[in-house]
């Protein structure tokens, strides 16, 4: 089972990005998938995530400007991002947690927001 993250780049503050992870491989039983972000010398934090009923959470940092969403067919999150800041800069991780997979990890996609 593997996760992959894509739609990272640069954009000017105020702009917007689009990123995509899809998991593929036999899974089953998604309980969440999430997106985090680590910035430079920073720890990796949770920026949004969507559980199995539809629930989602947002860090308050992004609420208002970020949306995440899935296709449950596809088996993938997308997490539109608008209004970026620069303080968005990070890499940006997909994060998954099935039944029997406790947690699961892509690759990272980098954002940059310049100013």
């Known amino acids: 089972v593997q996760l992959q993250a894509f739609g990272g780049g640069l954009v000017q503050a105020g702009g917007s990005l689009r990123l995509s992870c899809a998991a593929s491989?036999?899974?089953?039983?998604?309980?969440?998938m999430s997106w985090y972000r680590q910035a430079p010398g920073k720890e990796r934090d949770m920026v949004a995530r969507?559980?199995?009923?539809?629930?989602?959470d947002y860090a308050d940092s992004v609420k208002g400007r970020f949306t995440i969403s899935r296709d449950r067919a596809k088996k993938t999150v997308y997490l539109q991002m608008d209004s970026l800041k620069p303080e968005d800069t990070a890499v940006y991780y997909c994060?998954?947690?099935?039944?029997?997979?406790?947690?699961?990890w892509g690759q990272g996609t980098q954002v940059t927001v310049s100013s």
């Open positions: 491989g036999s899974i089953s039983n998604i309980y969440s």
């Open positions: 969507i559980i199995s009923n539809g629930l989602t």
């Open positions: 994060n998954l947690v099935s039944h029997r997979i406790p947690s699961l």
